[in-house]
């Protein structure tokens, strides 16, 4: 059997969100986000105002530490390094008139930082983070006004980090918003939020990229633009032929926001669905023709489970999921979190997204949520032995070896969360994926201090050797 190999140019690195890790809420000009009054995760009602018990306010500070954050990333050599701007650092209420000249210097010093390390940002636009008053002002994305917002957004951005970013994400797991309309600030009860509303805000969404995949192109046609979705391959619980088109159908409403990335039209499963639903989206004059000419130069993905469907979902128990849910499955194990974990599921993610699209993948989030114990190192100092996430992500990354073998065209790996920050679905800190542990609790408590777990030195060795480690005995 083949031992596989790993492009040359493999991009190895880690992946954040600002939301989650930079703190300083209300420092350098920047606004309230939508994640500032939302202390319990995102599927969590949202507060009047910011609250003591929300852990991103202050994240892991790395608005102050991240020279000291970088440097741990370019001692286990990072070649990239995927952040997200906080769209309300630049535009504090997002429909402001100007940018905060401030906040686009935070960015410019970070890239900066970055580049004096030889890695390159994968930067997202928007994950999970609009600004606070785009959700109360004007219902979110639902309001199409908010694709100017955005447009104008990524127009400064990109002019003002044409030179320093080339690699760039629209929205973060975009095909979340149904699931989860927080994602497009849209904070009304479900009983307000119809799912015609839903289906319109992601429509403003997936016109406002293609709009930002046009206005990066003009600036610089060098960058590159991707999308960004969950994947969660789903199984069939029998080989009843309804229990497959059962996952057929739930497949088909996470393939519509890559298919319209990817191939600018509403495929006509899409359309079914929503005529079925009564749901009549409304197009503005040109929508169609820049979904059409602007389609992205790669597609980017999370991974951290897989799921299992059946035509009676009813009949079974549910399984937990990243925002998504399905029916357990007996022949894997599950994470602390009942996250079931399913390294093969990558492979066939990423053979199944090749075959259907022959774009560029890029794995940008993909790890392991565990409670760990931080324990004397020896030399005077404290680790964490994380066996159990080198097993994880060792299993996940020869899989995604083997489908560099397959013949998929793969531009890297971030993994989620390489140092310790608040979990986005959680809201804690004990639901730790970093190969670096910050001292800091669920209560807000700690030093802050940084320390180095067992991965650290494992993630160091698979990069240096381009991935050749994850076969070694």
Partial sequence: MTTPKFPDNFLWGGATAANQLEGAYNEGGRGLSVQDVMPNGLMSAPTPEPTEDNLKLEGIDFYHRYPEDIALMAEMGFKVFRISIAWSRIFPNGDDAQPNEEGLQFYDDLFDELHKHGMEPLVTLSHYEPPLNLARKYRGWIDRDVIAFFEKYARTVFERYQNKVKYWLTF??????????????????????????????????????????????????????????????????????????????????????????????????????????????????????????????????????????????????TAAGNIFRGIPNPYLEASEWGWQIDPIGLRLVLNDFWDRYQLPLFIVEN????????????????????????????????????????????????SWGPIDLVSMSTAQMSKRYGFIYVDRDDNGQGSLNRYKKHSFHWYKEVIETNGASLYNN
């Fill in 172 to 317: 973060n797991e975009v095909n979340s918003i149904i699931s989860a309309p927080a994602n497009g600030a849209i904070f009304e009860d479900e009983i307000e939020v119809s799912l015609a509303d839903k289906w319109q805000a992601a429509h403003h969404q997936l016109v406002a990229s293609a709009l930002a995949t046009k206005i990066a192109k003009e600036i610089n046609p060098d960058m590159q633009v991707g999308c960004m979705v969950i994947s969660m391959p789903t199984y069939s619980m029998t080989p009843d032929p309804k229990d497959q088109l059962a996952v057929r159908d739930f497949m088909n409403e996470n393939y519509a926001f890559t298919d319209i990335h990817a191939r600018g039209v509403y495929p006509g499963y899409l359309k079914r669905h929503l005529r079925e639903a009564g749901i009549e989206i409304k197009f503005g004059e040109q929508d169609a023709r820049i979904l059409k000419e602007n389609t992205v130069d790669f597609i980017s993905f999370s991974y951290y489970v897989s799921l299992v469907q059946a035509h009676n979902p009813k009949n079974y128990q």
């Fill in 367 to 414: 790890g392991l949520g565990a409670k760990d114990e931080l324990i004397a190192d020896g030399a005077g100092s404290f680790t964490v032995a994380d066996d159990y996430r080198i097993d994880y992500l060792k299993a996940h990354l020869q899989q995604v070896g083997e489908a560099i073998e397959d013949g998929v065209e793969l531009l890297g790996y971030t």
